[in-house]
């Protein structure tokens, strides 16, 4: 369930370089770009790429440890293949998790998770986390994680659990829950389940779809002798969720390969709305039927009879019918050869066969290879391009270019244009000043600005017009107006220059203060140094679930329970939070001997009927204060009773010692036997047990649903 959304414009330095040339050269088209705050999703064309960033404090982490978990948590995510395959028509999702260390926690990116790194040493132990804030039992949510996160790590922290607690940054839940259960296990090896209680990820008493895997979970490892026969026990225990697959990584189930199941690829997904568009069908070796015409390496293609060829646009195209080749007709004495196409020279009364003639035999056919210089992004690569024959000698044959591209030179902090690294100078021009506007042949005159006197000269020996505030362009050759500070963007090794507009021109801030009177918080400020500019990153927040945009809570807190409206992590959210203790049943054990002793004088019998039992239970408190002395009851149906226990007082998390309350009843029937205490009102085949928390209600709790712990009990003889 979604928690709230944080729609942040992060970028570092090279992405924020490739958004310039975007916006100033149109080299790319950005189809989609979905947010999560710190962890993104940036789509273009058919491949997507989720980054993560997160940062690391405290004295167990350093550039090793890190490197480690960096390594291994994306080689599990992107998997054997370096990126992940969604969608019906297979679109790609690439995996970059981009890690750093910082001093302290104050130190952490605003657009990174927060991870405080423990140093625990050899013999240690510690239990990673990420958390929204709080106790990890306490904070626990469904997905997707919105927004900044915190959390724990140690040194000894593994790559795989690393990548785990990463599937959290990404919106996945955890696959496992733990339980307490209470259970007879007979000689025979079945199970009596008399009770269990999850309790993490949420505490609640397990429903129908939850009893019935821990009734699994139990019989498992009786059979595989982890769990005696022969005994009644309450113990903890953990399993997978229902549904979960045995090999998830967020699972982390004993005994499998943890993996990135592809239902955890839809999931991260499918919650922000990535689609995989119908034209990426086109090329997956899959024929798609209603998203494309044909697929050229599917067997069959789709295409029809009467347009039997598939383009590599994934088009159905009829066969060429003709050719440029030469037609050679067969006569009764001898062969003529025809001119061009349809032209037949010869006499005589044979018909005329034509052959068609494939567009290439040979990939030399198609040409020379060729080689261009590019720009990928930021950096200047080598494209070759080399023409190869596809289907050679057949009427299917056609040239078609394979293309590979390797990098030439890496721009640093510069960028790239027409394949050359560009790198931003500024240039103070003096003003007065213009440029000559001279006839053909020379078109503008003078590069640097002239007084209006020089023109004529310029211009010599044709006459000029003198245009004031301009400087010719060798790009364009015509006078171009300036200002009178310009940016320009000089090509090394290259002497046309592009004009860059002023940081207000291109959408941004030319200082910290113009900025700021602009950008309202939750909004922030940030120096970008590709840019030169401020940019306002924009913060949109939605509050639901739970969480509220009124300081009030929209009046949802229940003051009869001490709830109290407060921030939520921070704010701008508010939530109603419970500062009470709140008291449950840990724990219940029963246990119920019944007894019939029969005394007959001639055909008249009587038997005194007996039952004895004690109850075990102990009282937790899971709220977050402390809770003063009360009163736990345990009642035994049907007509057996109730007996109360004094509980101390227990401080938030505490636990009571187990208390042991003790039941009998007897009675004298006519009869013989078991049978004739069946008479008597109590007298049962089975019983239900029901302890109760706070029975006098002594308490003020959170949750007063929560205080009884019911089960049913077979008796023995």
Known sequence: MDTGLNIFFQADRKQVKKIILLLSLSALSLVCLTVYATT???TTGCESLLIVKLAFWGPGVNQSVMEGWERDAENLWNGPRASQLYGECKCKLKFDFQMQIVANAAACPADAHCIEVKRVGPAGSHRPYVVPGGDIDRDFFDGPYDGRRTGQFSERTNGLTAAHEIGHLMGLPDEYFEFDANYTVHANGSITLHGAWI????????????GEKIRDILQRRVASGRIRRGISNFTHHDGLTPGASNNSIMGQEPGFAWVAEKYLIDKITGRRRVICPDRCCCGNGVFDAGKEECEKSATPTGCSETKPKCSEECKCEPLPTTSTMATTITMGGGIATGGGEGEVTGTGGASPSTTIKPKCMASSDCGKATVKRICKGSDVYEQKSTPTCNSPGTPQAECVAKLKDTLAEDCGEDYCVNGECVRTTTTTLPQPGGCCDCPAPLGCASGPLIDAGDCPVACNPYQGVFIDNAICSLVTGNCEPVQAAATTTTLRDYVPTTTLRTCEQRGYYGSQSSCQGACHSPSYCTYGEATRCWHCNQVTVECGQGLH??????????????????????????????????????????NIQMSASTQCQGEACTTQCSLSASVDIRIRNVGPSPAGSSTASVVINPGVGTTTQSISPLNSGGTSPTHSLSFSKSGTVSGSGPTACAQLSWWASSYTVTATADSASAVSECIESNNQNSGTVAPSS
Do not use: H, M, W
Not at 199 to 210: G, I, S
Not at 578 to 589: E, F, H, K, T
């Open 40 to 42: 993104t999703i940036t």
């Open 199 to 210: 309790t993490y990820p949420r505490r609640e008493v397990a429903d129908e779809v939850y």
């Open 549 to 590: 945009i009124s300081s009030n809570c929209d009046g949802q807190c229940d003051s009869g329970k001490g709830e109290q409206c407060i921030l939520y992590q921070g704010g701008p959210c508010y939530y109603c939070y419970c500062g009470r203790p709140d008291l449950i049943v840990a724990y219940r054990y029963a």
